[in-house]
């Protein structure tokens, strides 16, 4: 059940990322494709209008440029075609305090210009304060990019963290961590020739000392907040292993710019945790929000009634039909594994109109749940590595001890998977020993 279901947002990712693979298809919406449920092509000469309503003045840098946004706390991270501006409003409404855009590629945006900026940038004028992520190696192309919105968010991120294959052919995101000339030129290029501030998000180094040094370079080099996620580029999906909290703390001690922590956020008790552990000026999450988008609100919402709200959001904030399907299938996440007629159907429909029928469907079948009981989504991977949710959930008293069992299953379950490619290698050998001795027969 849970293999299908995966495969079936798989293959909505997979199509999600086909700008980014293809670059020389030029991919875009208009307005009348999404109400229609249509992705179409076609070639946009002019860019959708934005509201501006950001005011003009010096530039400012570091904790003055933070505080000048509130000192927001609570951050929903940039993530590829799910942050859009529907997902970031509905979050907000939760409580959300800060928010990424998509990441946006510097290299398609210079090749095809507004075509592929509509298709991945939206805003209005109640999407303050937010951030534009970029990804790139190419110090002037991503000055080119960032050119296109630095009058339409209060910053342009640079994304030092992405651990995703396309990343790593692309040559950007995380695969760049070891190229830190490449992350300084691209943060002075920014910081020096931008009227608005640079900011940017990592992954740490398996050297905790090298981590240290490459943080102090992008300070340097004129980073006005760092956020800094603590996992490798390898701990990814199920996989993904312990956070580390010590190293971000010691980022924090070090800089003298504001610092995000992200990674290892699921409930809201997690984010207080990590606040007072870190001691760092904001918490971003991603995957919690994604399934719990009123995670900062520190309370528990339906998910049923979350989904309709979102689809709402994505009608009054035109949004592709695949963008809301991938929230869908995390909102209703648990649901879906048990009425798979509902997840087959979602996996088929082409509108968000076809997506409201089944989140009100699902809704009636799940009236006699509690709402903690629908949740599920986020805690996909912990049945497969034997993590205990239900102690988990009792609380401990410090977030080392609460992630100790996550941390221990997962080098079990790593463990287990190299004894397994041991086995298979083994008999592997066995059989090509025997076959080689049967041909040897043979040829007596």
């Known amino acids: 059940m849970d293999i299908q279901n ?6 909505i990712q997979d199509k999600e990322q086909t700008l980014l693979e293809n670059p020389e298809k030029e991919q875009t919406i208009s307005s009348e494709s999404i109400k229609c449920g249509k992705f179409q ?17 010096p530039k400012l840098h570091g904790y003055n440029f933070y505080k000048s946004l509130g000192s927001p706390q609570y951050v929903c991270a940039p993530m590829v075609d799910q942050s859009e501006l529907a997902f970031r409003m509905l979050c907000r409404k939760y409580g959300t305090t800060l ?6 590629h510097s290299k398609v945006l210079q090749d095809q210009g507004y075509g592929y900026l509509n298709s991945v940038f939206s ?3 109640e999407d303050r304060p937010l951030f534009a992520q970029f990804c790139g190696n190419n110090p002037d192309a991503l000055l080119a990019g960032a050119r296109y919105v630095e009058d339409k968010c209060d910053a342009i991120d640079i994304n030092f963290g992405c651990p995703q294959g396309i990343a790593k052919r692309g040559r950007y995101g995380s695969y760049l961590l070891s190229e830190p000339d490449t992350i ?19 992954r740490i180094l ?3 000392q090298q981590t240290i040094e490459l943080a102090k370079k992008i300070e340097a080099a004129g980073c006005s907040i760092l956020t800094v996620h603590g996992r490798t580029k390898e701990q990814n999906k199920d996989t993904v292993g312990l956070c580390d909290w010590d190293i971000i703390k010691i980022i924090k001690e070090e800089l003298s710019i504001p610092v995000f922590a992200n990674g290892g956020i699921y409930t809201y008790e997690d984010v207080q945790k990590c606040l007072e552990y870190t001691g760092v000026d904001g918490v971003m999450s991603a995957e919690s929000l994604l399934e719990n988008p009123a995670l900062f609100s520190g309370q528990i919402y339906d998910l049923d009634e979350i989904a309709l709200e979102y689809l709402e959001f994505a009608e009054k904030y035109p949004t592709p039909h695949f963008f809301s399907k991938g929230h869908i299938f995390k909102f209703l996440h648990q649901g879906l594994q048990v009425h798979t007629d509902l997840r087959t159907k979602l996996a088929n429909v082409k509108t968000i109109e076809e997506q409201k029928e089944i989140a009100l469907e699902m809704k ?26 239900q102690k988990y959930n009792q ?5 080392q001890e609460a992630y100790q069992n996550i941390q221990t299953c997962c080098e079990s379950s790593k463990n287990n998977q190299t004894l397994q490619t041991e086995q298979q290698n083994h008999e592997k050998q066995i059989q090509n020993s025997e076959q080689k001795s049967e041909n040897q027969v043979q040829e007596q």
């Open 364 to 389: 009636k079948r799940r009236e006699h749940m509690s709402k903690e009981e629908k949740f599920g989504w986020y805690t996909r991977y912990w049945d497969k590595m034997g993590v205990d949710k």
């Open 206 to 208: 398996p050297n905790r």
């Open 99 to 104: 928010a990424y855009t998509p990441m946006i």
């Open 184 to 202: 300084v030129a691209l943060v002075k290029k920014l910081h020096e020739n931008l009227s608005i501030p640079v900011t940017c998000k990592i």
């Open 6 to 11: 995966t495969q079936i947002e798989q293959e």
């Open 123 to 125: 805003t209005c004028q």
């Open 41 to 57: 092509e076609l070639r946009v000469q002019k860019p959708i209008p934005i509201s501006n309503n950001l005011s003009k003045g």
């Open 395 to 399: 609380g401990c008293e410090n977030w």
